[in-house]
């Protein structure tokens, strides 16, 4: 199996992934506690389906209890650029690094189905599953299992060689294969990711109340936000960078090799005039093939009119003004808000 494992690593590389690593489905006793503590102190906000499985989540091997070994992988997305840069541009939009092109769900996916149909050609008689942050798998706490990386301060996966900008995918299987030995926490003294956090969602290091997160209520927070968190938000109106771009561990980050995942030149910083005009239609050809289309036109537009009122850019204010009689009524109030600001 060693060598069936090192074969296997030379195909994940060869697939475009940047680093592989295996532990055992039952590797992450303590991930049950921590999810249940996590959701019982009401962290999770309307993410109703974290509550839903969280026997499953808790516990990879009752998801699939035939499975022996689970294969991590990561794959690099990091940005050209300093994500940190675009937030100077208050009258255009910051759009989180991931969702600047394609939807990484597809693109992973796809790696990881040729990396399970190689494995299997090798061992005909066994069966894999293949997941990427769409099941109820608890992909980080198993990345750290397997040698990857770390959970840092942020709860995001660091890597010593990779810094942390990558996405996970995991590939369950039924053949035995030799595990690897779980990383252990580096983050030391440094205490920078929960620093420049805008909204202070980190109750304390290594804990996120997602409530608070910017990347939650810009993607899966419905209805009206918070007003005491709006001006928080700055121009952000798709996910957050702020604790990932910050942390010192990128200066070894490595160069991403998936073209797709750079960012196309329209969603680099894009003047928030032009995206509050966007209607249903025009919003899906926009993020056709797009992470950012699965929010629909209300709820981005909603992020949107709360960017324009924290531009202070008065010429911005027709722009809103325009929305206040909307037909969703959270953009509807996001706009009459954004007026007020703007004046």
Same mark, same amino acid.
């Given at each position: 199996m060693s060598g069936l494992k090192q074969a296997l690593s030379i195909e994940a590389r060869a697939a475009g992934f940047a680093k592989m690593?295996?532990?055992?489905?039952?590797?992450?006793?303590?991930?049950?506690?921590?999810?249940?503590?996590? +959701?019982? $102190? /009401?962290?999770?906000?309307?993410?109703?389906?974290?509550?839903?499985?969280? /026997?499953?989540?808790?516990d990879p091997a009752a998801l699939w209890p035939?499975?022996?070994? +689970?294969?991590?992988?990561?794959?690099?997305?990091?940005?050209?650029?300093?994500?940190?840069?675009?937030?100077?541009?208050?009258?255009?939009?910051?759009?989180?690094?991931?969702?600047?092109?394609?939807?990484?769900?597809?693109?992973?996916?796809?790696?990881? $189905?040729? +990396?399970?149909r190689w494995l299997l050609d090798q061992a005909p008689d066994h069966q894999i599953k293949v997941f990427v942050d769409t099941a109820p798998v608890m992909e980080k706490p198993l990345a750290q299992a397997a040698g990857l990386g770390w959970q840092g301060k942020h709860t995001n996966l660091l890597s010593r060689d990779l810094g942390n900008w990558f996405f996970l995918g995991a590939i369950f299987t039924t053949i035995d294969l030799p595990p690897d030995a779980p990383e252990v926490e580096h983050c030391g003294s440094c205490t920078a990711c929960l620093d420049i956090c805008p909204t202070r969602a980190f109750p304390a290091p290594f804990q996120l109340d997602a409530r608070r997160c910017i990347s939650y209520l810009t993607?899966?927070?419905?209805?009206? +936000?918070?007003?005491?968190?709006?001006?928080?938000? #700055?121009?952000?109106?798709? /996910?957050?960078?702020?604790?990932?771009?910050?942390?010192?561990?990128?200066?070894?980050?490595?160069?991403?090799?998936?073209?797709?995942y750079a960012a196309r030149p329209e969603l680099t910083s894009p003047p928030l005039e032009d995206l509050a005009r966007?209607?249903?239609?025009?919003?899906?050809?926009?993020?056709? /093939?797009?992470?950012? $289309?699965?929010?629909?036109?209300?709820?981005?537009?909603?992020?949107?009119?709360?960017?324009?009122?924290?531009? #202070?850019? $008065?010429?911005?204010?027709?722009?809103?003004?325009?929305?206040?009689?909307?037909?969703?009524?959270?953009?509807?109030?996001?706009?009459?808000?954004?007026?007020?600001?703007?004046?």
């Open positions: 690593g295996i532990c055992r489905p039952d590797a992450i006793p303590e991930a049950a506690a921590r999810l249940a503590e996590f +959701v019982g $102190k /009401g962290r999770h906000g309307q993410m109703g389906w974290m509550a839903e499985r969280m /026997g499953w989540r808790g035939e499975a022996r070994s +689970v294969i991590m992988l990561a794959d690099l997305y990091t940005p050209e650029a300093d994500p940190l840069q675009a937030l100077e541009r208050r009258d255009c939009a910051t759009i989180s690094v991931y969702a600047q092109n394609r939807d990484y769900h597809d693109l992973v996916k796809k790696r990881l $189905k040729r +990396v399970g993607i899966e927070h419905k209805g009206p +936000v918070d007003p005491e968190l709006r001006p928080l938000m #700055g121009n952000r109106i798709y /996910g957050c960078d702020d604790c990932l771009a910050i942390c010192p561990w990128n200066k070894f980050a490595q160069a991403a090799q998936e073209t797709r966007l209607d249903d239609a025009g919003f899906r050809t926009m993020f056709s /093939g797009s992470p950012i $289309k699965r929010i629909g036109r209300d709820r981005f537009v909603r992020n949107v009119l709360y960017a324009i009122g924290n531009s #202070g850019e $008065k010429r911005l204010e027709p722009a809103a003004q325009s929305l206040t009689d909307d037909p969703d009524a959270a953009v509807a109030d996001a706009a009459r808000w954004a007026v007020e600001r703007v004046r």
